[in-house]
Structures are given as structure tokens and as C-alpha cells.
């Protein structure tokens, strides 16, 4: 929103493509077409959240799942794409809580505990895959686009 505002008074900055500063309405993107126990332990606005995120990828590349808490929208990607989901998160018992969510769920989900602030996930990431992250706040998203940035370029 602020970026064609400040483009004008600064030419010099990068050019960005039109469409990435088109927001939809949630409501969109909401479908809600989901089996009852999907839904199981997560609340109201969190679903609305990762049910809009997981209709918005179309991809059939893997997923890893960034900052993954219980690993929630990756499933729910699966589910809808039947793409293979992994998850990235350190909390030893919220990885612990997703993988038997994955189990009770019959999803194939392997999380991956690491700290990603420390680059223990980096080797994790590479160019055949599609990164998701919801709410990985301040430098975890920031670590995320730098290794992300470093990849691409790497020859
Ligand atoms: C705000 S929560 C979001 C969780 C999930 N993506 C969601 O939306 O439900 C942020 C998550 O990042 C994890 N986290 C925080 N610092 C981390 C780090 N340095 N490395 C990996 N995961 C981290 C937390 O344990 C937590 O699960």
C-alpha cells in the first residue's frame, strides 16, 4: 500500500511487480469445506487464518513449513494439495504435539526441530520447494528471506 507512495517520491527504490500489492478480502479465500476433526484444538480466528493461507497455494512442490508451532497450515496444505509437508519449529513439545496431530491425521509430516535464528534449518531449504510461514514474527521471517535470498543466488 505504501510502496507506489513512496516509489513516486523515490525512483531509485527497486521495482516491485503491481500484483503483489493486490490484497483480496479474506473472505475470498475462505472455504471452510473441511472435515469436523481437521479443526480439532484450533480456534476460531486461527482457522479462518490457515484455511484463507492454505487455499492461496496452488503449487505441487514440497512444503516446509517455517516457525511451524503444531504444524496446523502445513497439514491443512497437504490435505487441500496433497503436496508433502515438513515442519521447521524448536519447541521440542509443540513439535511432538504436530507429529501426533500428523499421525492421528494419517498425514506424512515430519518436523524438524531447530532453532532457525542459530541457521540449524538453512540446510533444510532449497530451490525445489515452496516455504510457507504464518506468524514467524520479527527476525524469524527476516532469517528466513535472508538464507532464502542466499540460495538463489548460490551457483
Ligand atoms: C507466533 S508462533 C506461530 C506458530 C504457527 N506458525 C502458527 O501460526 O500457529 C511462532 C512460532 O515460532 C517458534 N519459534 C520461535 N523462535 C524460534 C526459533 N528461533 N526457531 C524456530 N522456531 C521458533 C515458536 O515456538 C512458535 O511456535
Not at 500484483?19 to 472455504?31: C, G, M, V
Not at 502445513?74 to 507429529?99: F, M, N, P, Y
Not at 506424512?108 to 530451490?127: K, M, R, S, T
Request: charged letters at 20%; aromatic letters at 8%; a neutral charge.
Amino acid at each position: 500500500m505504501l510502496y507506489p507512495i513512496l516509489k513516486q517520491a523515490i525512483p531509485e527504490l527497486l521495482n516491485i511487480e503491481a500484483s503483489l500489492f493486490e490484497l483480496n478480502k479474506l473472505s475470498d479465500y475462505f472455504d471452510d469445506d473441511i472435515p469436523f476433526w481437521f479443526k480439532k484444538g484450533i480456534k476460531g480466528k486461527k482457522w479462518t487464518q490457515i484455511d484463507c493461507f492454505s487455499n492461496t497455494i496452488k503449487c505441487s512442490l514440497p512444503i516446509l513449513e517455517w516457525c511451524a508451532g503444531k504444524g496446523h497450515l502445513g497439514r491443512l496444505i497437504h490435505h487441500k494439495t496433497g503436496a508433502k509437508v515438513s515442519a521447521i519449529e524448536w519447541s521440542s513439545d509443540l513439535c511432538k504435539q504436530g507429529q501426533q496431530l500428523a499421525v492421528q491425521q494419517d498425514i506424512e509430516q515430519n518436523f524438524i526441530e531447530a532453532n532457525v535464528l542459530l541457521g540449524e534449518a538453512d540446510e533444510y531449504l532449497n530451490q525445489q520447494q515452496h516455504v510457507v510461514a504464518l506468524h514467524a514474527c520479527g527476525h524469524l521471517h527476516v532469517h528466513l528471506i535472508n538464507s532464502a535470498k542466499k540460495l538463489s543466488t548460490k551457483k
